[in-house]
T-cell receptor
């Protein structure tokens, strides 16, 4: 059974600081996704990582994938309040778009 | 506008009263899926469909049914809802391109079963 674990589950940080969210998964996969969810809203796609060593960046967020370590990271640079949300990673290990989600990391960026 | 729609968005019902949550996408996606989201548990897949008339169980299928008679629609049916099915439900869709595309999520349906 595929397990996907994120840490930390809760993260409170100050504006301007950097931090990293980690996503570990238990079986071989080369497809990993990051989503953002604002309170009371649906999920918004952030990144799709499809190969070992893949790195993608959008604004203050950068995601990477190490398939050998079964680890993805979401790095936040110079956080701003607008980044406050819950971030989910999800892994597809079935070649059929069947996703298993992590528990989510609730990020709060304080002024 | 490319989108996944769900109806209703909010529903309060009583135990045992059959209900259907509709899901529709306008992107000609082959793959559609239903998830439920519960605090502390993340999102768990209920059922998924690879194409018309092709459906399969996800991780938590008990108490749910689905059908895929048309490519754009994937309704979720609760034949006899129970309080433990109180949850936030999301429908999602994507192309089946080896997972190269992300899944697009609907706005969610918040269900309360009394």
């Amino acid at each position: 059974e595929l397990k996907v674990e994120q840490n930390p589950l809760f993260l409170s940080m100050q504006e301007g600081k950097n931090y990293t969210i980690y996503c570990n998964y238990s079986t071989t996969s080369d497809r990993l996704y990051w989503y953002r969810q604002d309170p009371g809203k649906s999920l918004e796609s952030l990144f799709v990582l499809l190969s070992n060593g893949a790195v993608k960046q959008e604004g203050r967020l950068m995601a990477s994938l190490d398939t050998k370590a079964r680890l993805s990271t979401l790095h936040i640079t110079a956080a701003v309040h607008d980044l406050s949300a819950t971030y989910f990673c999800a892994v597809d290990a079935t070649s059929g778009s069947r996703l298993t989600f992590g528990e989510g990391t609730q990020l709060t960026v304080n002024p | 506008e490319a989108q996944v729609t769900q109806n209703p968005r909010y529903l309060i019902t009583v135990t045992g009263k059959k209900l259907t949550v509709t899901c529709s996408q306008n992107m000609n996606h082959e793959y559609m899926s239903w998830y439920r989201q519960d605090p502390g548990l993340g999102l768990r897949q209920i059922y998924y469909s690879m194409n018309v008339e092709v459906t399969d169980k996800g991780d938590v299928p008990e108490g749910y049914k689905v059908s895929r008679k048309e490519k754009r629609n994937f309704p979720l049916i609760l034949e006899s809802p129970s309080p433990n099915q109180t949850s936030l439900y999301f429908c999602a869709s994507s192309f089946l391109a080896g997972g190269k595309e992300t899944q697009y999520f609907g706005p969610g349906t918040r269900l309360l079963v009394l």
